[in-house]
């Protein structure tokens, strides 16, 4: 069973964790989903893991992600073990949420800084991160091309507050030790960043693979070298989830994950003379009042106010009803606007 502990806690489990499978049952962890089947590393015995892919049964409880330790009886999969944490978004297909990946302990939102921090996509990750129940961390890579990041690594503990900023260098190996060190056994780590941001360079260097990388295009968008969501094996003990590129950061969160993003304006609003202040020309908002102060940068608010409304149109676009109600305002508004303008 030592042997088998120890198997488990490579692949991220955390050591002291009740075990989620009894008798004959075997343990695995989803590493790759290919459409209809699924690739696992699990223990047939308590010694060596293999790798197998596996065709998915119709009856699991649940659909297998990229992450997700599973229970093997008989030779198949029979049950997915509940989530811890889960990172998501809304699904292309405009009506369901499509989970990312599962059971993270540490979600690293990776950016670059060769051509300035681009802030509102910092926030908005920070919002999917903190709504997956996993911890951020920021990673700000290609340091190597600028002469003096240190701005930009204050804007990103701004943007953030309270969250740890790792600056980094695939070239010069600036702050890989650091990444190491929160990697290690029993934890499970994952990437996420728009495509062109370095995340498989980083890979690469924290782990020596020859994964491909592409060159970013001139206009600065980045083009998808990784394609397929993996779960890898470190050499330091943990594992790391490598995800594409996000090339649309839609949004699709909970109040509190805002807050948590926005902690400074929630902080302003414990002020504010209402408790559902909209910090929109609200009498008495703490929040405006901060801004007019050049206590609270103005573009933080309007980060804010997007974010907000973008959350509140996902929430309508999966309820058929509010969404047709909100079209008939908007129809409303139309015709008024035109009968003012004759």
């Not at 990172?87 to 540490?106: F, G, K």
Request: with cysteine; glycine share 10%; aromatic share 4%.
């Amino acid at each position: 069973m030592n042997q088998l502990l120890d198997g488990l806690t490579s692949l991220g489990w955390a050591s002291g964790t009740p075990l989620f499978f009894s008798g004959a049952e075997r343990p695995g962890r989803v590493s790759v989903v290919h459409g209809p089947s699924i690739e696992v590393i699990w223990f047939p015995y308590d010694a060596e893991a293999e790798t197998t892919l596996f065709e998915l049964r119709r009856d699991l409880n649940l659909r297998p992600v990229a992450g997700d330790w599973i229970v093997i009886d008989g030779g198949e999969p029979v049950r997915v073990v509940p989530r811890r944490t889960s990172l998501s978004r809304p699904d292309p297909n405009e009506r369901d949420i499509q989970v990312l990946a599962a059971n993270i302990d540490t979600v690293m939102i990776v950016l670059p800084i060769d051509r300035g921090l681009n802030l509102k996509n910092l926030e908005r990750l920070s919002v999917m991160v903190w709504d997956s129940g996993a911890d951020p961390l920021i990673v700000l890579t290609k340091a190597d091309a600028t002469d003096d990041p240190g701005p930009m690594v204050d804007e990103a503990q701004a943007a953030a507050p309270g969250v740890p900023v790792v600056l980094t260098s695939a070239v010069d190996g600036r702050g890989l030790d650091e990444l190491r060190s929160r990697m290690g056994a029993g934890t499970t780590t994952t990437m996420l960043g728009p495509s062109g941001v370095g995340k498989t360079s980083l890979l690469n260097a924290l782990e020596g693979h020859a994964e491909p990388v592409r060159e970013v295009r001139r206009d600065g968008q980045g083009r998808h070298t990784t394609t397929t969501r993996k779960l890898y094996r470190l050499g330091i003990g943990g594992v790391l989830l490598d995800l594409p590129g996000i090339r649309s950061l839609d949004l699709y969160a909970s109040d509190a994950a805002v807050e948590e993003t926005f902690t400074d304006i929630a902080a302003l609003a414990e002020h504010c003379r209402f408790r559902d202040c909209a910090h929109d020309g609200d009498e008495g908002c703490a929040v405006e009042a901060a801004v007019a102060a050049g206590e609270l940068p103005e573009r933080r608010l309007h980060s804010w106010h997007a974010i907000r409304r973008e959350m509140a149109y996902q929430s309508r676009r999966s309820d058929p009803a509010a969404m047709a109600a909100q079209r008939q305002e908007w129809k409303r508004i139309t015709k008024a606007s035109r009968k003012a303008g004759r």
